[in-house]
Nanobody, 124 residues
């Protein structure tokens, strides 16, 4: 059984919006810092956003501040990434991940569980 399962990726025009979901059949998300990462072809995986277990702390990559919003529903065991004002540079495979430590970290090496990713393509 997959630990984390992303969905919601799609082809969208520049300026459009998407909401990604991360369901966690194998992980109790309330125990973990949850993060979203992305990886474009030929590039390293990069941090996009992270949220603390109680949602009182969030962190964003500078390029997505004001456009993306991370949230979580610990009752439903789901994490979301709301993406607005999408740009071609946002095209990538988006992954959610769970980190069992206490601070939101941007280095993917700290994250224990990963999903398989969902493709987001921004193109006209």
């Amino acid at each position: 059984q997959a630990q984390l399962e992303e969905s919601g990726g799609d082809l969208v025009q520049p300026g459009g919006s998407l909401r990604l979901s991360c369901k966690a059949p194998g992980v109790t998300v309330s125990w973990y810092i949850m993060g979203w990462f992305r990886q474009a072809p030929g590039k390293e995986r990069e941090f996009v956003a992270g949220i603390s277990p109680s949602s009182d702390d969030v962190l964003y990559q500078d390029s997505v501040k004001g456009r993306f919003a991370i949230s979580r529903d610990n009752v439903e065991n789901v994490v979301y990434l709301e993406m607005n004002g999408l740009q071609r540079e946002d095209t990538a495979v988006y992954y959610c991940a769970a980190d069992q430590h206490y601070l939101i970290r941007t280095d993917p090496k700290w994250y224990k569980y990963w999903g398989q990713g969902t493709q987001v393509t921004v193109s006209s």
